[in-house]
């Protein structure tokens, strides 16, 4: 008995845990009090728990293991742990109510240790489907900072109902109904929690399309207003030019004459009021238009003080579509020009470095910024005032890097927040295997 109640608990902490880490992406706190706290508390509670008359569930001392254990916003990991709880008591009870029904002794499954290890048989499989899984964690991370409090509203309630509701199932049996009965009864249940279960997917899938198009949509102006804002741009470079080269020669007629009659000091003021014209004609040009106008963009917006660096060129046939390079770059340029700005450096600056061709595609971007925590840099925000229409740049970047099976690695050090992106031409690595 002693060893199935280890087991019971044991096994229900590392299948939270894997489920919170391989599947879900919740990043292992490195804080040594935290980590030291979690494992007291799981080996306390537990010789509390065997001692108590009445077995007190563990569900909350799970829940407060985790979110010592892991980073996140805590109120990710208690809803993510209540719903932990539920569906496998919903599992175990759905096993349990199949069983009923294909038995004429309903009472038999209810017995020590069966439930038991029905727990332990379950908790083994969801520490096995989670690694499976491991690969999809990025997915997870980007659907659980998707999620509004709506939505957690309505997987809680749907995840609640179905428990309660496979847990009342075997109340409606009686002892003149026969298996059929209780299979149509099972059956019944079972019809309800999967179109429960079913509403819940559309809904999500509705509501990430709708998020989606919005995401693209806000994207689409965007790369509209930055090309008219970079044509506006060089048509006033131009006609400052071409104002300047018209009254160059009468400038240059002018300073001659000063010479001539030996008026320094007119002199110098005339060429001191020349430098005061300040003539932009310099712009930034990687390789892509674009992607140009996006930078330029950027500098135009930079306070005077801050410095920008850039260095390497698109090739010509980048495998990135100019959609994706737009997200990629404004969303990265955008939050790198946001922290800056809040940022209290004395010498701030951005630098951005590009490798682009046709099989491989590295950007990084490098800020001045504000000291960082770790679990902070998985769950960036937005300091925009606006933050219904703003906020969903790193998830627009995700969406882009998982899209192309790349990698990015978000970083802070020495006072400087950078991104890492890195994504390989596949199908191109593809044709020169098969060749």
Same mark, same amino acid.
């Given at each position: 008995? !002693?060893?199935?109640?280890?087991?019971?608990?044991?096994?229900?902490?590392?299948?939270? +845990? *894997?489920?919170? $880490?391989?599947?879900?992406?919740?990043?292992?706190?490195?804080?040594?009090?935290?980590?030291?706290?979690?494992? +007291?508390?799981?080996?306390?509670?537990?010789?509390?728990?065997?001692?108590?008359?009445?077995?007190?569930?563990?569900?909350?001392? *799970?829940?407060?293991?985790?979110?010592?254990?892991?980073?996140?916003?805590?109120?990710?990991?208690?809803?993510?742990?209540?719903?932990?709880?539920?569906?496998?008591?919903?599992?175990?009870?759905?096993?349990?109510?199949?069983? $009923?029904?294909?038995?004429? !002794?309903?009472?038999?499954?209810?017995?020590?240790?069966?439930?038991?290890?029905?727990?332990?048989?379950?908790?083994?499989?969801?520490?096995?489907? +989670? $690694?499976?899984?491991?690969?999809?964690?990025?997915?997870?991370?980007?659907?659980?900072?998707?999620?509004? &409090?709506?939505?957690?509203?309505?997987?809680?309630?749907?995840?609640?109902?179905?428990?309660?509701?496979?847990?009342?199932?075997?109340?409606?049996?009686?002892?003149? @109904?026969?298996?059929?009965?209780?299979? &149509?009864? @099972?059956?019944? @249940?079972?019809?309800?929690?999967?179109?429960?279960?079913?509403?819940?997917?559309?809904?999500?899938?509705?509501?990430?399309?709708?998020?989606?198009?919005?995401?693209?949509?806000?994207?689409?102006?965007?790369?509209?207003?930055?090309?008219?804002?970079?044509?506006?741009?060089?048509?006033?470079?131009?006609?400052?030019?071409?104002?300047?080269?018209?009254? &160059?020669?009468?400038?240059?007629?002018?300073?001659?004459?000063?010479?001539?009659?030996?008026?320094?000091?007119?002199?110098?003021? %005339?060429?001191?009021?020349?430098?005061?014209?300040?003539?932009?004609?310099?712009? @930034?040009?990687?390789?892509?238009?674009?992607?140009?106008?996006?930078?330029?963009?950027?500098?135009?917006?930079?306070?005077?003080?801050?410095?920008?660096? %850039?260095?390497?060129?698109?090739?010509?046939?980048?495998?990135?579509?100019?959609?994706?390079?737009?997200?990629?770059?404004?969303?990265?340029?955008?939050?790198?020009?946001? *922290?800056?700005?809040?940022?209290?450096?004395?010498?701030?600056?951005?630098?951005?470095?590009?490798? *682009?061709?046709? +099989?491989?595609?590295?950007?990084?971007?490098?800020?001045?910024?504000?000291?960082?925590?770790?679990?902070?840099?998985?769950?960036?925000?937005?300091?925009?005032?606006? !933050?219904?229409?703003?906020? $969903?740049?790193?998830?627009?970047?995700?969406?882009?890097?998982?899209?192309?099976?790349?990698?990015?690695?978000?970083?802070?050090?020495?006072?400087? &927040?950078?991104?890492?992106?890195?994504?390989?031409?596949?199908?191109?690595?593809? !044709?020169?295997?098969?060749?």
């Amino acid at each position: 008995m !002693k060893f199935i109640h280890i087991s019971v608990y044991t096994l229900e902490l590392v299948a939270m +845990s *894997a489920v919170f $880490f391989f599947l879900l992406g919740f990043p292992l706190s490195k804080n040594p009090v935290r980590q030291f706290s979690a494992i +007291s508390l799981s080996i306390i509670w537990y010789f509390i728990w065997k001692t108590l008359f009445y077995l007190f569930p563990n569900t909350l001392i *799970a829940i407060i293991v985790m979110t010592l254990l892991f980073d996140d916003k805590i109120q990710y990991k208690i809803y993510w742990g209540i719903i932990f709880i539920f569906a496998e008591g919903f599992i175990n009870k759905l096993i349990c109510t199949i069983l $009923f029904s294909l038995t004429d !002794k309903l009472d038999k499954w209810c017995l020590f240790p069966i439930p038991h290890i029905l727990d332990c048989t379950i908790f083994v499989i969801m520490i096995l489907i +989670s $690694f499976i899984l491991k690969n999809y964690k990025e997915n997870c991370i980007n659907f659980i900072h998707d999620i509004n &409090f709506m939505g957690y509203a309505i997987i809680m309630s749907i995840t609640v109902i179905d428990f309660f509701l496979m847990l009342s199932a075997p109340n409606f049996y009686y002892d003149n @109904v026969n298996r059929a009965g209780r299979l &149509f009864i @099972v059956n019944t @249940v079972l019809l309800l929690i999967i179109i429960t279960i079913v509403m819940l997917i559309l809904y999500f899938s509705l509501r990430h399309s709708f998020q989606k198009l919005r995401r693209m949509d806000a994207i689409n102006q965007k790369s509209l207003e930055l090309e008219k804002e970079q044509y506006l741009s060089l048509q006033q470079k131009n006609n400052d030019l071409r104002k300047f080269r018209h009254d &160059f020669h009468n400038h240059i007629l002018s300073l001659q004459e000063l010479v001539q009659k030996e008026q320094y000091t007119e002199l110098a003021d %005339y060429i001191h009021s020349l430098s005061l014209e300040q003539i932009q004609t310099y712009t @930034v040009s990687v390789g892509n238009i674009i992607i140009d106008a996006i930078i330029n963009h950027t500098i135009s917006k930079l306070n005077p003080s801050v410095q920008f660096h %850039y260095s390497g060129q698109f090739s010509k046939n980048c495998f990135l579509t100019d959609m994706d390079l737009c997200i990629l770059f404004s969303n990265l340029l955008d939050n790198a020009a946001e *922290a800056v700005n809040l940022c209290n450096a004395p010498d701030k600056e951005i630098n951005l470095d590009i490798t *682009a061709d046709k +099989s491989i595609f590295i950007l990084s971007v490098e800020n001045s910024s504000r000291p960082y925590l770790s679990e902070e840099l998985h769950n960036l925000q937005t300091h925009k005032a606006d !933050k219904k229409n703003h906020g $969903f740049g790193l998830a627009n970047i995700r969406d882009v890097v998982n899209k192309y099976h790349g990698a990015m690695d978000l970083k802070y050090e020495d006072g400087f &927040f950078s991104v890492y992106i890195s994504i390989q031409n596949l199908k191109n690595n593809k !044709k020169e295997i098969s060749l």
